[in-house]
């Protein structure tokens, strides 16, 4: 069964160029997190996502950064004309749909990271 | 709104040598996790451990959800365990799994 996947792996842009971040959660679940990780800090969360609907983005800079979860294909994690300090490792996570098997622990890729020149 | 708190920041241990890692939070929480994020920035989950306590090989882990804190126990270190280990925490009622980490246990195990 496999897990979490995340790509690309590494991504490398240029200041004003978009960096677009895919993640296809684990076979069952339906519902994905991205979190995201600055140099020596923690995991931060940034928003959570159902098939075709933001559920929270609480955690989401307010300008050039969007998510989304369309019904067919990856979630999609957008930074629109990125700067230097959106350098860091973003971080996919799953979890299984309400019920049974949904018992609060997420499920993590290996992150995407990302460098800003 | 929560905090959570890890100890030590740094460790430093010889290969084979026990250790204890602790997290502490300032309120109440439905959802705990351990995780270890090794050299290559993989994060790895360790135990979902909201209460309780738990074994896998070397590693177990124990939770007093009353008293506010985790513990996670490597016996037998290897060099295989240095990286960072994480204590991630979920105030939340409502379902959304909006985890709290905290800044990390960093290990570095000696041969």
């Known amino acids: 069964n496999a897990g979490v996947m995340q790509n690309p792996r590494h991504l490398v842009r240029r200041r004003g160029q978009e960096a677009r971040l895919r993640c296809s959660p684990m076979k069952g679940h339906s519902h994905v997190y991205w979190y995201r990780q600055l140099p020596e800090e923690g995991l931060k969360f940034m928003v959570y996502?159902?098939?075709?609907?933001?559920?929270?983005e609480s955690g989401m800079p307010k300008e050039r950064f969007s998510a989304e979860f369309p019904k067919e294909g990856p979630s999609i994690l957008r930074i629109q004309q990125v700067v230097r300090g959106d350098s860091a490792a973003y971080f996919c996570?799953?979890?299984?749909?309400?019920?049974?098997?949904?018992?609060?622990?997420?499920?993590f890729g290996e992150g995407s990271r990302l460098t800003v020149l | 709104g929560i905090q959570v708190e890890q100890s030590p920041p740094d460790l430093i241990l010889q290969e084979g040598a026990n250790s204890t890692l602790r997290c502490n939070f300032s309120d109440s929480v439905n959802n705990l996790q351990w995780f270890h994020q090794n050299p290559w920035g993989q994060l790895i989950n360790l135990f979902y451990i909201p209460s309780g306590t738990k074994q896998n090989g070397r590693l177990s882990a124990t939770t007093v959800a009353t008293e506010r804190y985790s513990l996670l126990y490597i016996s037998s270190s290897q060099t295989t365990d240095s990286g960072v280990y994480f204590c991630?925490?979920?105030?939340?009622?409502?379902?959304?799994?909006?985890?709290?980490f905290g800044t990390g246990t960093r290990l570095k195990v000696l041969a």
């Open positions: 991630a925490v979920d105030p939340s009622t409502s379902g959304t799994y909006k985890y709290i």
């Open positions: 996502l159902q098939k075709e609907n933001i559920i929270d």
């Open positions: 996570a799953s979890s299984p749909p309400a019920g049974r098997e949904d018992t609060g622990e997420l499920f």
